[in-house]
């Protein structure tokens, strides 16, 4: 293993706590003990924590049991990290597509029942004004001065035909 730059997750080896140079007997009773510790069924560990710690188990035993991908490993640990980019590259803007689906069959049957809800209690509404004898629509005070007010103007009678004007009541 390179000592030039120490990567900052564990590598597969210290994960199964063992050395570069462990043989495959090695390999399989380290990654038999340490599932039975880390297993989510069968640890004191937090649900979490135990599922991470057991999913990084079985990633280093797949990957270093593997004669051909324990080479490439090797040989991946051997290289000098690259330098690090003085500058993170800007991640780029995702918005979400606008996604138009069909009503579902239980959607459709929640609108109808809403309809029929609307439609039965319009209907018992008027019949209930109906059986009452109310007016099913009845005007507005406001409406006759609101027609007098927009009514043409009648026109001027002349001076003669002046209606009289009224008298003060009598005391």
Known sequence: MSSTAKPS??????????????????????????????????????????????????????????????????????QPAPPAPLRPPAAPVVRPVPVRRAL???EWFALLLLAVALVLSLVLGLGVAWARGTELMAWPSWWSELEAASAPPAPLAPASEAPPLPQPPAA
Request: proline share 7%; charged share 20%; hydrophobic share 35%.
């Open 9 to 78: 997750t564990p590598t597969h080896y210290q994960v199964l706590q063992l050395q570069p140079t462990a043989t495959d007997q090695e390999l399989r009773q380290a990654f038999r003990g340490l599932s039975k510790r880390y297993h989510p069924d069968t640890t004191a560990l937090p649900a979490s924590e135990a599922e991470v710690a057991f999913r990084q188990l079985r990633q280093a035993y797949a990957v270093l049991s593997d004669p051909a991908a324990r080479r490439l490993y090797d040989a991946a640990l051997a």
């Open 104 to 106: 579902s069959g239980g």
